[in-house]
């Protein structure tokens, strides 16, 4: 008899007593009821209230726009078509729901001025009692897939109309199923940022503006030739157009409708724009440099880039693509011409909520602005918001776009004044950047801490990975055996946490193979959304196999499945020195100590497999202190009222090379080189080539992971002399800069200079200088000087012979007349 039925039978009775008792769920999501429960993990254990899907509900589609209008139902229940039905999100805003023919009940996302998941409530009774209960994924606009979207065709030509060149009609296209209507008002909207600058009364300000057409038929096209808004509309400068049924009235909120992009309202903007589009820019551009100056400086407490492509793409705790220019997209860069990728920092900044955008070129340098206008930027305002969001500058993307993006639009798009803007967005560079630290788990399993040791330890039970207490970082694996008969095991489970962060668990699944992501015990679903901002964390999923969770600190874990075989990579920044405990090691440069036991002993021989085991064995975790999800009866009879370090099972802790093993051969043919011993071990211990090689495979991406991260020697940014040039752009070890003089100046100083290893520039400052004509003045001066001499001794000369003649002359008459 399976020695699972009896606890089987159990829960199928507690589920049908609870139904005859009447247990319910109305009005307690989440919580355990006496008898039965109405947590997110009774499905699984068969321990639900008869009713949990009535009130528990789920939704289909489960996320969109931050700007709202998506119409999604309520699944696994009905209503009734009398039923009046308000949704409320965030327990202050309501929007108007329906009952469809199929007796199910319908919400409209409202306007919100956050992201991540919203809680909302149903009243099926016009709001007089909220009985249901759900969430709802708030997407930033950036991260929405296209047809969830009103789409602006060239929308290049939207934003520069009305400057030199641009004009004619503009043209939005939408999937007509996303509005249900047989005709559609075509709606402007503007989004601006009211009150005092980090005060109380910094507010963010959405308006219904005008309309462009009503009752358009529904066809999924709209044209039209725009003319200078009126009634002083044209002040609105950022926003958006809105699709929506035509039965509704102009600019009620919270309907089902498609929206924009937000974007630069050239298009509406009045005649003096028109007119002269680049002093009208040029005007703003000037109004903003004087007001810039009045604002904190939040360019000290931002994080520096990282050097190279390569560190930024590897350093997933801290950063991640910029969805606006992304090398695996077709380097589409729109705002950084010159790049072929850039990522952003994940985490805005603490006091002043500010970003940072780090952009790179082919060569994998990173782009600066002293360069290009296509370089690095700092932003005031982080367009993907931060917590808690709803106020300036917090608010996603729409702060951004206030602070940050019209600013170019004034001074680089639409004038020619791009120094005004970057002498307050400057590309901040790399020289206070430094890697993160990584340590990695994979195979059955086998271990690379922080500070460089490999080990395997093949416990079965929950360990402690990573413990970080000042930071209050917890990273927790589970183990599970490979198969029945092998005396080894593999990590198949992943639990962490940070301060009061949710609680994030990563783990294999087999049906269909893939990772499965739980926040707080609840099943995360990617389906719709590949990232998602939850409390305190961020999660993002880009398929199945691949999971990368984020916290505030920087740090970060990166899950990876190959084949049945999980990698398990954790990220620290230098935060992080001298603060780890657990199966990765103490992170502090001194390998010698990695393999330190709970009790703070030192492992003295890590050859030494047994005592190694009995170090892995020492971080076993405490049931008080477990983050995992028990929802089967497996998970609990194994685990959750096991020993966490289960001391009946022993592994085999050495290989046994027997030359009549068919699979020796095998082995050896396929782990040669770096890591073998792990791929060795996987094939002839796991009885598997298919687990050696994605081990072999694991281990590789590893070793590309650490050289990515490695550190490189930056000299800083080196500017052209004043009146010269220079060719080089790039400044890291080894970098060659030649620097010459305009046509007229003398170079004074080095005309190469070199990135040396010290982080210093080779050769004197270099210095371009008109010819001094000191030389020529002298000669000229010393000619003139003899010239001078030679005239007035001609003089004198010249005088003393007129002299000596009138005298002789004299002579002659005077004895002339003594002679008569």
Same mark, same amino acid.
């Given at each position: ?63 969109? %726009? ?9 699944? @696994? ?11 409320? +999100? ?6 108007? *729901?329906?009952?469809?023919?199929? /007796? ?35 997407? @930033?606009? =950036? ?25 004619? %009609? ?9 509005? &249900? ?13 009211? *009150? ?37 509309? !044209? ?42 589009? #680049?002093?009208?820019?040029?005007? &703003? ?12 400086? +939040? ?10 492509? #390569? ?27 010159? /790049? ?7 985490? #805005? ?49 729409? !702060? ?51 500070? *460089? ?5 093949? =416990? ?164 008080? /202190? ?22 009946? +099972? ?9 030359? $009549? ?14 890591? $073998? ?50 060719? =080089? ?20 100083? !080095? ?47 010249? #005088?003393?012979?007129?002299? /000596? ?16």
């Amino acid at each position: 008899m399976d020695t699972n039925t009896p606890g089987l039978v159990f829960l199928l009775l507690m589920s049908c007593v609870c139904s005859a008792v009447g247990q319910s769920c109305e009005g307690v999501c989440g919580a355990s009821a006496d008898l039965c429960s109405c947590q997110p993990t009774c499905e699984s254990l068969k321990t639900c209230c008869s009713d949990y899907r009535d009130f528990c509900v789920q939704t289909q589609p489960y996320s969109g %726009s931050i700007f709202g209008g998506t119409d999604f139902v309520v699944l @696994h229940t009905t209503f009734n078509k009398t039923d009046l039905i308000i949704c409320r +999100f965030n327990d202050d805003t309501d929007t108007v *729901g329906y009952v469809d023919d199929l /007796s199910r009940g319908h919400c409209i996302s409202p306007l919100l001025y956050e992201t991540g998941w919203i809680p909302f409530k149903i009243s099926s009774n016009n709001g007089t009692s909220f009985t249901r209960a759900g969430r709802w994924l708030s997407v @930033h606009t =950036g991260k929405l897939q296209s047809e969830l979207k009103a789409v602006m065709v060239n929308s290049t030509k939207w934003q520069y109309y009305g400057t030199p060149g641009v004009s004619g %009609s503009l043209q939005m296209t939408w999937n007509t199923s996303m509005v &249900k209507a047989d005709t559609v008002n075509i709606e402007l909207w503007g989004y601006r940022e009211t *009150g005092t600058a980090y005060t109380n009364d910094w507010a963010a300000e959405w308006k219904y503006l005008y309309t462009l057409s009503n009752a358009h038929s529904n066809s999924g096209s709209f044209s039209f030739v725009p003319e200078p808004a009126s009634d002083g509309f !044209s002040r609105w400068e950022l926003g958006m157009l809105r699709v929506s049924s035509s039965i509704y009235p102009d600019g009620m909120w919270n309907v089902e409708a498609l929206w924009t992009e937000d974007h630069a309202l050239a298009w509406h903007l009045d005649d003096t724009f028109r007119t002269n589009s #680049a002093a009208w820019a040029e005007d &703003k551009c000037l109004t903003w440099d004087k007001y810039e100056t009045q604002l904190p400086n +939040f360019l000290q407490e931002i994080i520096d880039c990282p050097c190279t492509l #390569a560190q930024a793409r590897a350093d997933t705790g801290r950063f991640h693509t910029d969805y606006g220019c992304d090398i695996e997209k077709g380097s589409v860069c729109t705002y950084h011409p010159g /790049s072929v990728h850039c990522v952003r920092a994940i985490q #805005a900044s603490p006091l002043y909520a500010a970003g940072q955008q780090c952009c790179y070129d082919s060569r994998g340098d990173q782009v600066l602005t002293g360069d290009s206008i296509g370089g690095s930027t700092p932003d005031r305002a982080h367009d993907w918001g931060s917590p808690p969001y709803k106020r300036p500058p917090r608010v996603p993307a729409q !702060s951004h776009w206030v602070y940050d993006v019209l600013s170019f639009y004034y001074c680089c798009l639409w004038s020619d004044n791009c120094s005004y803007y970057f002498k307050h967005r400057p590309s901040s560079g790399c020289g206070r950047y430094k890697t993160p630290s990584s340590a990695v788990v994979f195979g059955d399993p086998h271990f690379i801490t922080f500070d *460089g040791i490999s080990y395997s330890f093949n =416990g079965k039970g929950e360990y402690t990975l990573v413990s970080a207490p000042s930071r209050d970082l917890t990273v927790q694996g589970r183990t599970e055996p490979v198969t029945d008969k092998i005396k080894a095991t593999k990590m198949t489970a992943v639990a962490m946490r940070e301060m009061s962060s949710d609680v994030i668990e990563v783990r294999v699944v087999s049906e269909p193979l893939g990772l499965e992501v739980l926040q707080n015990q609840e099943t995360l679903l990617f389906s719709e959304q590949k990232w998602m901002d939850l409390q305190g964390v961020f999660v993002f999923s880009p398929v199945s196999t691949n999971v990368t969770v984020m916290f505030p600190s920087g740090a970060g874990v990166e899950l990876r499945l190959r084949g049945d075989n999980m990698a398990t990579t954790v990220l620290l920044p230098d935060d992080f020195f001298h603060k780890t405990l657990g199966l990765m090691g103490t992170l502090n440069g001194n390998a010698q100590d990695d393999l330190t036991l709970n009790n703070s002993q030192v492992v003295q021989n890590i050859s030494d497999a047994e005592e190694v085991f009995n170090f892995g064995a020492s971080w076993a975790i405490s049931h008080s /202190s477990s983050l995992f999800t028990y929802d089967s009866v497996y998970l609990e009879n194994e685990y959750k009222n096991a020993p966490k370090h289960d001391p009946s +099972f022993v592994p085999d802790f050495y290989v046994t090379e027997n030359s $009549s093993d068919p699979l020796l051969h095998q082995a050896v043919q396929l782990c040669s080189g770096d890591g $073998s011993q792990f791929c060795r071990y996987d094939v002839l211990v796991g009885r598997s080539l298919t687990l050696g090689n994605s081990t072999k495979m694991l281990f590789q991406s590893h070793l590309a992971l650490v050289d990515d991260l490695k550190t490189v020697v930056t000299c800083g940014f080196l500017s052209p002399p004043t009146n010269g040039r220079k060719n =080089g752009t790039a400044y890291l070890q080894g970098s060659r800069v030649i620097l010459s003089c305009d046509d007229g100046y003398k170079l004074k100083g !080095s005309s190469e200079r070199v990135c040396l290893a010290n982080g210093q520039w080779s050769g004197q400052d270099t210095v371009c200088a008109k010819p001094s004509n000191v030389p020529g003045i002298v000669v000229g001066s010393v000619i003139g000087g003899i010239a001078l001499i030679v005239i007035v001794t001609t003089i004198v000369l010249k #005088a003393r012979k007129n002299k /000596s003649k009138r005298t002789t002359q004299n002579d002659t008459e005077n004895n002339a007349n003594v002679s008569l």
